[in-house]
């Protein structure tokens, strides 16, 4: 994103249209950023609460103010031995290595701050990856463009991955078939050659069917399982079995399709597989993606420019996060507090001893996003929790903090930028001067570790020092390169094969303990994930349906309620937002239309629900409020809630059905296996959350 700036002022944004990979494209979350800075609601001085938690009231405090409050409040508990009942919680709300995931956590590691575990995105499909391939890179995303077979398995690209489309498209007028796997019909899905609608959570299902046609049509690479992979004759043992009606019947993809999709893809060279974040999020999701990420192995997929599988490309960046993160600093054992888990922690209901008594927040907004969002409210009215939450809006989650601190955007600050989605290191260059009293992360830092470690060198780094040791500039990938091209140009490519040519895994050479592909792995430990499996707890001796992935829906049963009154609720991003940014930009808001719900017109007429209705979703875990839209784009059986909305009218948002539990592997969230109930409500029934 490039900043016109005139007089000091920023005047618009616009793609750098140099840039290999993104060519000058701007989604329509971004397109307007200037709007964001210059927002009239713009949180531009630090805040002190007035009136009751949740009013949104506040009075304006200078900094010292603000700094020596949260110095006095947080020194009393490390003072009393309770440094633990302070929590930190963060995410990525800001972009950017310096200012972005790990900026506090040098910081709370020495106060002595419980440990906030991140898993919400991509933990699940990573240790999943990592288990069956290593911690390494994936396809170049450029070399799609010479795929012929291209599947975009949970990933919506034109939402969530724009820049990557123009690769594909450019594979797509060269003949490429295109193949789009979701529950949904989606903008990625009206452009595909084949959409295979399937029921959420039953991937699993689909890939072991997938490899049973793979065997039985002769189109396994047996030379390159035989050299690169391991545990392949076990593996076969379990595919071999599986039974395509049940996994049509579970799928709801019809039995042909899902053969026509094998064949199609194990014929096809070369072939590319692109999976999404939401893969990742249902009870099975973990052994969804240690399934799919066996396809290209098995296949011999990686043989060949533009064969293989995209997740993220992350690993390739030889980011320093030792430097970053100073786990080092962390004194004995520490107590770790999994963000999923908010809404438990601060209710008491984890039974934490120190209970949390402080809550810091940054780059995050978890009224909108953490599941058990009714919990997540309650334990923020707590009247002897002091909240501190540093943001650019009064966020949902704002509106509850006792402190609220002015922070700067992405065109107030200096950052450096590695990607999910390409292989550019990116330099982020302050375009205007800070507005306000605003302040970046970093400098949040250093004022903080003023109040408690006066002068300590490390937490008086400038910026650009920060910014120098984010990088090992004498990785391999960097060696060509250095931070003065880096500022100078704007972005560099790491230094891998040239864009569009990689082969990474041609040989073998997986960054497992074996060096193949692990089909097996030897990363399990208890066993319980030793192959691609339907249940957790595999013991060599599977017993039952062995593709009933199906998420079970005992516990929403009850006397005078069948499995046929509950619908499955899957919270896709929302078009328009990044998660729950810009959910409060005019433009954006306009674009997203109200906070809905997609329910099919069969499942809506059993339910007597009107187009535009006004709709109670409720389970056991919470309710909201929302407008139904009727639509054929969702399965019939399956509601679809776009994430990302403020709880800005106390009706709620889709995370107040969400539970807090757990996938199969990296304690992955669960959205996509959400059961609930839906009907329509009269309109003096709207507001249904207690803020009192």
């Known amino acids: 994103m490039s900043f016109n700036v005139a007089d000091g002022v920023l005047k618009s944004v616009r793609g750098n249209s140099e840039h290999p990979y993104t060519r000058g494209r701007l989604c329509s979350k971004v397109n307007d950023y200037q709007n964001r800075v210059y927002h009239q609601d713009r949180v531009l001085h630090p805040l002190k609460r007035l009136g009751a938690k949740g009013s949104g009231r506040f009075r304006r405090i200078t900094w010292d103010e603000a700094l020596d409050e949260i110095a006095c409040r947080w020194g009393d508990l490390i003072d009393d031995g309770r440094a633990e009942a302070i929590l930190p919680y963060s995410y990525l709300g800001t972009q950017g290595i310096v200012n972005g995931l790990t900026v506090a956590d040098p910081f709370f590691n020495k106060l002595g701050a419980s440990v906030s575990e991140r898993t919400f995105c991509d933990s699940g499909a990573s240790t999943a990856v990592t288990m069956t391939m290593g911690h390494g890179r994936g396809l170049d995303p450029e070399s799609f463009e010479h795929s012929k077979f291209i599947v975009l398995w949970a990933c919506n690209s034109l939402s969530t991955n724009s820049h990557h489309w123009p690769f594909i498209s450019a594979a797509k007028d060269n003949g490429a078939t295109i193949v789009v796997i979701d529950p949904a019909r989606t903008r990625t899905s009206a452009l595909a ?334 066993g319980d994930f030793v192959l691609p499996v339907f249940r957790q707890g595999y013991d060599g001796n599977q017993s039952g349906d062995p593709v009933d992935s199906v998420p079970d829906c005992s516990e929403l049963l009850n006397e005078t309620r069948s499995a046929e009154d509950l619908l499955q609720i899957i919270s896709p991003k929302e078009h328009n937002f990044l998660n729950s940014s810009f959910a409060n930009q005019r433009a954006q808001q306009k674009r997203a239309g109200k906070k809905q719900v997609l329910i099919h017109p069969n499942d809506a007429a059993k339910r007597d629900i009107q187009e535009g209705d006004r709709i109670k979703i409720s389970n056991p875990t919470g309710h909201f409020i929302a407008t139904a839209t009727i639509s054929e784009k969702t399965l019939e059986g399956v509601a679809i809630a776009p994430a990302g909305h403020w709880d800005v009218d106390d009706d709620g948002t889709v995370n107040a059905i969400n539970a807090a539990t757990f996938a199969d592997l990296g304690r992955a969230p669960t959205f996509s296996s959400t059961l609930v109930a839906i009907a329509p409500i009269a309109d003096e029934e709207v507001s249904l959350v207690d803020v009192a």
């Open 193 to 526: 050659d084949i959409h295979l609608q399937i029921k959420p959570g039953t991937d699993l299902a689909l890939a072991m069917g997938v490899m049973r046609v793979l065997r039985d049509r002769d189109l396994i690479d047996m030379d390159y399982v035989g050299n690169y992979t391991h545990g392949y004759e076990r593996l076969e043992n379990k595919f071999a079995a599986i039974d395509l009606d049940r996994v049509a019947a579970v799928t709801s993809i019809p039995k042909r399709a899902i053969e026509e999709f094998a064949i199609a893809y194990g014929s096809n060279r070369p072939a590319a597989i692109r999976i999404g974040v939401a893969i990742e999020r249902h009870r099975h999701g973990g052994q969804a993606v240690r399934a799919i990420a066996s396809l290209p192995a098995l296949t011999g997929a990686w043989r060949e420019v533009g064969g293989g599988l995209l997740q993220i490309t992350l690993g390739a960046f030889p980011i320093n996060w030792s430097r970053l993160s100073r786990a080092d600093l962390i004194d004995g054992d520490r107590r770790v507090i999994n963000q999923w888990l908010l809404g438990r922690a601060l209710t008491g209901e984890l039974g934490l001893d120190p209970p949390i008594q402080s809550l810091f927040v940054y780059n995050a907004n978890p009224v909108a996003m953490v599941p058990e969002q009714q919990k997540v409210q309650q334990g923020l009215r707590r009247q002897d929790l002091f909240t501190v939450v540093s943001e650019h809006f009064i966020t949902d989650t704002a509106r509850y903090a006792d402190i609220v601190l002015p922070a700067t955007t992405q065109a107030e600050q200096e950052d450096i930028m590695f990607s999910w989605g390409h292989f550019y290191v990116t330099y982020n260059h302050r375009a205007i001067v800070p507005r306000g009293e605003a302040i970046s992360n970093s400098e949040l830092m250093r004022r903080l570790a003023a109040k408690f470690w006066p002068g300590d060198p490390y937490f008086t780094r400038s910026d650009e020092q920060q910014i120098l040791e984010a990088l090992d500039w004498d990785s391999p990938a960097l060696s060509h390169s250095s931070l003065a091209e880096l500022k100078a140009q704007g972005f560099i490519r790491l230094a891998l094969e040239p864009p569009g040519s990689a082969r990474p895994y041609a040989h073998g050479g997986f960054l497992t303990p074996t060096g193949k592909c692990e089909l097996e792995t030897t990363l399990a430990g208890n």
